[in-house]
């Protein structure tokens, strides 16, 4: 009988310290292709526009799971590089919510890109807004 108490004590034990670690969640900092979301935006100032493109193309990736990565991507719709402005377009569509500056930016692009109308057209089409 001694025996199984101490047995019993001992598998909860056992039991107790396996789940201490389970439930809890740390608060490391989100990342796409090993980098932080903060290193992510502060690339969209880098001088090569392939960097940028990268870099949007990788926020697209975190999309929502972080507060920064919207205005990231509102600004880089705004890019010099027509190219960096397309990965945005395509990083945009991926925010479930996105915000009113990147529907603002779109918009602006269907109207004034030649390069990029369509493109923005189908986004804004794509999130539910005016083709």
Sequence with gaps: MQRTASR???????????????????????????????SLVEELHHR?????????????NIGDADPAVAPALAGALGDQDPLVRRDAIFAAVKLKSPPQEILDQLASIREHDPK????????????NRNP
């Design 8 to 38: 019993h004590r001992l598998i909860f034990l056992v039991l107790y310290l396996s789940l201490q670690g389970c439930g809890t969640q740390e608060n490391a900092p989100i990342q796409a292709g090993g980098r932080d979301v903060a």
């Design 116 to 127: 990029l109308h369509d493109l923005a057209a189908r986004a804004l089409a794509k999130m």
């Design 48 to 60: 090569d526009p392939h960097v940028r493109r990268q870099a949007v193309l990788k926020l697209g």
